[in-house]
């Protein structure tokens, strides 16, 4: 079957532009997790949605960072007045649901670069 | 503060030379220990789920073993298309967050 699909694959922006990166989970997946992974760095957990909403928005570095999830299926991830240090490669996951533990199932990414 | 660690960072084997990964965590009430890998450019691909100390699990050239401190993942008689970037993660109990903690890697070059 279909898996995590994230687009873009790429985004190059300049410093201050907003942008918004999709997620499409697993069909029936419940659990939508964001990641950001630098370059030679490991997975930075950023949100986790159960459904539509967001119980854990810890890992979120910046009020400029906002998530949302509609119809308990597609999220957007979006960074206002993106910064430099924002280019990394943003990762999603899905699992069959919260209360695991269950594996995550990840997307390919979105690269960010801010010029 | 939960903490997954792992060694060593860099690992270059030569074909059929057998090692082992070493991942070691500090979260209390463990839920469960995970492996992936991740070759460049793609997102991690799920390998095995450990629950308990003891638990062993099998594939193919893999495999992965949990103790109550630490977990290994065994490579046996690797080949060049194992090399890839190994990651480990834990889920921490509920009301921690439902966030998995991930350690950051040991990359495996498996030489001809």
């Known amino acids: 079957g279909a898996g995590v699909s994230q687009s873009p694959s790429n985004k190059v922006t300049e410093k201050g532009k907003d942008v918004e990166l999709r997620c499409d989970p697993i069909?029936?997946?419940?659990?939508l997790y964001w990641y950001r992974q630098s370059l030679g760095q490991g997975l930075e957990f950023l949100i986790y949605f159960q459904g539509n909403s967001a119980p854990d928005k810890s890992g979120l570095p910046s009020d400029r960072f906002s998530a949302e999830r509609t119809g308990g299926s597609v999220s957007t991830l979006t960074i206002q007045r993106t910064q430099q240090e924002d280019s990394a490669v943003y990762l999603c996951?899905?699992?069959?649901?919260?209360?695991?533990?269950?594996?995550?199932?990840f997307g390919p990414g979105t690269r960010l670069t801010v010029t | 503060e939960d903490q997954v660690t792992q060694s060593p960072e860099a690992l270059r084997l030569q074909e059929g030379e057998s090692s082992s990964l070493n991942c070691s965590y500090t979260?209390?009430?463990?839920?469960?220990l995970f492996w992936y890998r991740q070759d460049p450019g793609k997102g991690p691909e799920f390998l095995f789920t450990?629950?308990?100390a003891g638990e062993e699990k099998e594939k193919e050239r893999l495999k992965a073993t949990l103790t109550k401190k630490e977990s290994f993942l065994h490579i046996t008689a690797p080949k060049p298309e194992d090399s890839a970037t190994y990651l480990c993660a834990v889920q921490a109990p509920l009301g921690y967050g439902q966030n998995f903690v991930f350690g950051p890697g040991t990359r495996l070059s498996v030489l001809p």
């Open positions: 069909s029936g997946h419940t659990a």
């Open positions: 450990l629950y308990s």
């Open positions: 979260v209390s009430g463990l839920r469960g």
């Open positions: 996951a899905s699992s069959p649901r919260a209360g695991g533990p269950y594996e995550q199932y």
